[in-house]
């Protein structure tokens, strides 16, 4: 049940999702894999929405670097774990919240104990190796994925409904990116993340309330540089090795 702050706070989406609706988010616990560029934006999003319960995955620690496009982060945040300065940040915009914050690496042992208690993931990762680990434990436990990824310009999100949609091995690019590192980071523009997390707080909002048309078997690529967004059908490997075998 919401209180009457709760009515008056999220008044304006109410009316569009309902009172019910506004009791999902409420009632929903969303895990944010990834604190980074699309962590910061998905995650506060996510927090000003209403969402009751977030868990917060990130094993790195706030670098100068990351300040053109980590909006949870600041100055004098440098040197402290991502996961843990993103959980104040979003205890600040809303101190009934749930967070629970992991400064970790996502790997398979705690893949398997975290992702089943999630309603929805989001994948905020920045590399293909951890993306396919989660993705395999999403299909695993039959939990919807939003995935996207971002460079320079450019980004890329779907929606993914395991046995229902294509899978992440269904799509994974054949040669695939590396992984940033120090010596060699990618190049990206910090709105390219905003954008995309903001995207993908969308989806999670959609899926939770059961509202609208999410990106079911739809690759939505944006293109900030020439400033055109469009969505691309993807299908489903019979023969993918995660999801060929489950309907
Ligand atoms: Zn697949």
């Known amino acids: 049940m919401l209180d009457e702050y709760e009515i008056s706070r999220y008044d304006r989406q109410i009316r569009l999702l309902g009172v019910e609706g506004q009791e999902k988010l409420k009632n ?11 962590g910061s934006a998905v995650l506060t999003y996510l927090a000003y929405a209403g969402v009751g319960r977030l868990i917060v ?5 706030v670098e100068l670097s990351n300040l053109n496009r980590q ?4 100055d004098s ?26 400064n970790r690496a996502f790997d398979r042992e705690f893949g398997e104990k975290i992702v089943k208690i999630a309603d929805v993931v989001v994948d905020a990762l920045d590399n293909w190796d951890d993306r396919l680990l989660l993705n395999e434990l999403c299909v695993k436990y039959g939990k919807p994925m939003i995935h996207a990824g971002v460079e320079g ?11 229902k949609t294509p899978c992440l091995y269904c ?4 040669r695939q990116t590396r992984r ?4 060699n980071p990618l190049p990206v523009i910090g709105v390219t993340p905003g954008v995309l997390g903001a995207l993908q707080a969308a989806e999670a909002i959609k899926l939770i309330t059961n509202t609208g048309h ?17 969505s691309i059908e993807i299908k489903r490997n019979p023969r993918c090795p995660v999801c060929g075998s489950i309907s």
């Open 180 to 183: 940033s590192d120090v010596r």
């Open 71 to 74: 909006i949870l982060y600041k």
């Open 214 to 230: 999410p990106l079911y078997g739809r690759l939505l690529i944006v293109d900030l540089y020439s400033m055109e967004f469009r």
């Open 28 to 38: 929903a616990t969303v895990l944010v894999v990834g604190a980074g560029g699309l």
């Open 171 to 174: 799509i994974r690019p054949l």
């Open 57 to 61: 995955v990130d094993r790195e620690y």
């Open 77 to 102: 945040d440098i040197g402290k774990p991502k996961a843990m300065v993103a959980c104040e940040k979003i205890k600040e915009i809303y101190p009934k919240i749930q967070v629970e914050c992991y």
């Open 153 to 163: 310009w450019y980004g890329q999100i779907t929606t993914i409904i395991p046995g």
